[in-house]
């Protein structure tokens, strides 16, 4: 089992970057694909970006490419999102997720474990 935690997010403005932070519990965490999903009010959590097990292969919303880059840390059990150039419709909750699938998958029904969540508010 894997237990996720998230933490970076906050209050910034229309332009401003964040770089949100997952750690991960278990030895087995190189064994996941891990990825970044995000809910906003009245929405249905959806897919930001994804990265896979050896860190060699991402993906990610074609809202976020460009702005957007998911790495991961296999030594430390971390994973990262770093979000640039940030937009008032990038406010959500952000949510780190691990999938036991081989490829990546971008249907937030596909990961088996999540985190609690952390709140990124941009305003304008």
């Known amino acids: 089992q894997v237990q996720l935690v998230e933490s970076g997010g906050g209050l910034v403005q229309a332009g401003d970057s964040l770089r949100l932070s997952c750690a991960a519990s278990?030895?087995?965490?190189?064994?996941?694909?891990m990825g970044w999903f995000r809910q906003a009010p009245g929405k249905e959590r959806a897919f930001v970006a994804a990265?896979?097990?050896?860190?060699?292969?991402?993906k990610y919303a074609d809202s976020v490419k460009g702005r957007f880059t998911i790495s991961r840390d296999n030594a430390k059990n971390m994973v990262y999102l770093q979000m640039n150039n940030l937009k008032p419709e990038d406010t959500a909750v952000y949510y780190c997720?691990?999938?036991?699938?081989?490829?990546?998958?971008?249907?937030?029904?596909?990961?088996?474990?999540w985190g609690q969540g952390t709140q990124v508010t941009v305003s304008s």
């Open positions: 990265i896979m097990r050896s860190g060699a292969g991402t």
């Open positions: 997720a691990a999938d036991s699938a081989v490829l990546i998958r971008s249907y937030s029904s596909g990961y088996d474990y």
């Open positions: 278990g030895p087995t965490f190189s064994s996941y694909v």
